[in-house]
């Protein structure tokens, strides 16, 4: 029987989790008292191991905290880019033609954010403003008994719902209001 180190990084599923569990087994063994070795049968290999013991519960530390500090870091770049999407989504919600807007407030005055818009036959009926609202991905068209239905994207009916007093201001006085 062969040892493969690959397989054996795969049992646990990656480096980190691997560094965490000899990170934890280490301050185990360090920190615990005499009765707790006894218990286990620990003295011996504590005296015969414990300089490497203590080296690898330093490097897998080190390790996991860096790991852990990436993660923090990953996750606060993913806020502040979210925040930063959210903000360009609003002002181009904003930044849209009066016609445009009242489509969007239909929806918002519903409290839906699935509708037929009264319209019957598309063909015939479907604005520009509305074609331009599909074309920036905002609202979709789907079908129901061959009528024409429109869905808001769900980021787009989140922000609407949250922030409609900003995007429904005027140009002129939502620039004067910041």
């Given at each position: ?64 905290i860096l790991n852990i500090f990436s993660k923090v870091l990953t996750w606060l770049n993913n806020k502040r880019g979210l925040k930063q999407a959210t903000q360009d ?82 140009n002129e006085f939502h620039s004067r209001s910041r």
């Amino acid at each position: 029987m062969n040892f493969n180190i690959t397989d054996f990084f795969k049992l646990f599923g990656s480096i980190y989790k691997i560094a965490f569990i000899l990170f934890l087994s280490g301050l185990f063994l360090i920190l615990s008292n005499d009765k707790v070795r006894e218990l286990f049968y620990l003295q011996e290999f504590i005296k015969q191991f414990g300089l490497y013991i203590g080296i690898i519960t330093l490097i897998s530390g080190v390790v996991t905290i860096l790991n852990i500090f990436s993660k923090v870091l990953t996750w606060l770049n993913n806020k502040r880019g979210l925040k930063q999407a959210t903000q360009d989504i609003i002002e181009s919600l904003s930044n849209l033609s009066l016609d445009e807007k009242r489509i969007l407030a239909h929806f918002l005055a519903n409290k839906t954010q699935t509708s037929n818009l009264g319209i019957e036959y598309e063909s015939f009926q479907q604005s520009k403003p509305l074609n331009t609202l599909m074309a920036k991905g905002y609202i979709k068209k789907s079908y129901v008994n061959m009528n024409p239905h429109f869905h808001i994207e769900t980021i787009i009916w989140d922000i609407l719902q949250k922030n409609w007093q900003e995007i429904f201001y005027e140009n002129e006085f939502h620039s004067r209001s910041r």
